[in-house]
């Protein structure tokens, strides 16, 4: 399908969603140590992937597409003063400036949240009087990168809003798979669907305290995940592997199961249809007999050819959903567990 005309805004705001949420939390003073990969050897000023480059160099440049998007999107004025997210960018600069001097740096921090939490307020109002879909994108960026760069692994109270029953929660999960389904024009066919899937695994995770005990590298790697389906807009099927038909029976069999009834008519009309077939041959049946079998084999087969896309469909979607997921093994020990969740998805 061709893009709508505003895409390229919308994803521009999708960008500054993620950005926001990526600056705050890699300025956080207990950030969750993310699993980036570095140069083994940093000297020979060797230029490295964006994926090795130092947490103190992706955090500047965090900062530095921030102004660069909040320009673009023209939601960086503020009355009387430099911009918002030049003004983020300097007060995080004196927070860092402050650590590695060893100096109290809770004042500064509290003074960054405060800014960051009015310049949100004031993209989402701005974007909003502009258009739902544009404030729609935001959101979704910033909620999906909110799940890793706002969580506190060590928060004990379940409705801190960076604990894990809270940013994973029901509640969240769902509304993000809305938000998602709104969104679903500006991604890939299938992209809304599968994310979806695999939120619904993690809002499960979140809740086993078995299952999210070692979990955190993991929803590293599942968000970067989900920043390649949204904002690099990756087609999801390439996530799915050469040989991924050796474990896709659990996927094909849960698929099946629902659709038992769709499957049972549909072999009742095959019935009907062989029956009308050989009772015409023979001219054995009446009237009355000849049109119900008619009947019949009209909507079995009819049903069969419906199933059979609706089936094709749900299955891949399934198996891509299966296949962006990135959680550690269930604590019960069953994968199957895994597929049934992603089918529970609410978009």
């Known amino acids: 399908m061709p893009a709508p005309d505003d895409a390229e805004a919308v994803l521009a705001a999708v960008r500054l969603g993620w950005c926001i949420a990526e600056v705050r939390g890699r300025n956080r003073p207990d950030t969750p140590a993310s699993p980036e990969s570095s140069l083994p050897y940093p000297g020979g000023h ?18 530095a597409v921030l102004i660069v998007l909040a320009d673009r999107l023209g ?7 430099p911009g918002f997210a030049r003004e983020v960018d300097r007060r995080a ?23 960051i939490y009015r310049f949100d307020a004031y993209i989402q109002d701005i974007l909003y009087a502009r258009s739902d879909t544009l404030v729609c994108g935001y959101q979704v960026g910033r909620a ?25 929660g029901t509640g969240r999960c769902y509304e993000i798979s809305s938000l998602l389904g709104r969104h679903a024009a500006y991604m890939h066919a299938d992209t809304a669907a599968v994310i979806a899937g695999s939120l619904m695994v993690w809002c499960h995770v979140a809740a086993d305290l078995r299952w999210r005990s070692d979990a955190l590298p993991h929803l590293y790697r599942q968000v970067r995940v989900w920043h390649d389906l949204t904002v690099s807009n990756r ?19 849960v698929t099946i199961r629902s659709f038992q009834g769709r499957i049972a008519l549909a072999f009742m009309g095959v019935g009907a249809l062989i029956t009308l077939i050989v009772t015409l041959g023979t001219g054995a049946g009446t009237a009355i007999t000849t049109t119900v079998l008619s009947i019949l084999a009209a909507t079995g087969i009819s049903t069969a050819g419906l199933s059979a896309g609706r089936f094709r469909r749900d299955l891949n979607t399934d198996m891509t959903a299966v296949s962006i997921t990135r959680v550690p093994p269930p604590p019960s020990g069953r994968p199957n567990q895994i597929v049934r969740v992603v089918r529970t998805r609410a978009l």
């Open 46 to 63: 060797a230029l490295p992937l964006q994926s090795e480059r130092t947490f103190e160099e992706a955090r500047v440049a965090a900062q």
């Open 75 to 81: 939601v960086d004025a503020a009355p009387g003063g």
């Open 93 to 115: 600069k004196e927070i860092m400036s402050l650590r590695i001097g060893r100096a109290d740096a809770s004042a500064a921090w509290d003074e960054l949240t405060e800014l």
């Open 144 to 168: 999906l990168a909110e799940c890793y760069w706002a969580l506190d692994p060590s928060a004990s109270d379940g409705r801190s809003p960076a604990a894990w029953e809270f940013l994973l």
């Open 235 to 253: 087609d999801p099927s390439t996530y799915i592997k050469p040989y991924a038909r050796l474990r896709t029976s659990a996927v094909a069999w």
